[in-house]
């Protein structure tokens, strides 16, 4: 299992040895998928440096499992279980009711950033969403993209359409009365719990849980055609 450190200063460790960014690629493209990697962040509590997010996006574009440590010899793990998880989703469905679009983040925390009220959108706007996802029947809308951009030093919108084309149109949903929740597909049917709708990012299909079927219906937001559209 590989042990990722971050230290303060910026400099990254891997089981216990300095590495630089692009050897730390290479080192993770020879994990075998499945494989979890053991991370821990020297001062969690403070600002993290621009290697943080680089090195949660190489272990997160790679599609492996992370196990969270507070401790730099890692001998404990923080990663949520089935139970802390359900709980988790379960607060942030009751945040997403509240008009607020609610994504979970790969480190483990929630980001909330409250919907546009419906009356200060643009007439053109709200008719557009209205046409995809109609007011009158209130829906609960799980979205799996990507989420590694909520650990930039300072996230904010414009990240987040960078990192998900269609954010514009996740908090359109959101401000018609839309509950909207963001998660990266990692913590499996979890985040689907309790949806009407699944939308799953076209860059991030192969992260659509086992289980996730059971929502009402699942669509793929196609990068190319800036569609929605069934699996």
Known sequence: ????????????????????????????????????????????????PPAALEVMKLIVDRRLPVR??????FSDTVGP??????????????????RHLVILCPNGRVMSMPAMAREAAPADAVAAVERMLPSTKPRRVAVIADTSWTLEAQPNLQAAGRAIPFFGMLMGFASIGHSVWVYDGSAGAAGCQEADLVIVDSARVDRLPPGCEAATSV???????RELRKV
């Open 219 to 225: 669509r793929i937001y196609d990068r190319e055609t």
């Open 81 to 98: 279980d089935a139970e802390a998880l359900e709980q988790a989703f379960s607060a942030i469905r009751r945040r997403a009711a509240q």
């Open 1 to 48: 299992m590989p042990r990722i450190s971050v230290m303060r200063d910026g400099s990254v460790l891997l089981d216990g040895k300095s590495i630089g960014l692009a050897e730390l690629a290479g080192a993770l493209n020879a994990v075998p998928e499945g494989t979890a990697v053991s991370y821990y962040r020297e001062n969690a509590g403070g600002g993290a």
């Open 68 to 73: 969270l440590s507070t401790k730099p010899d």
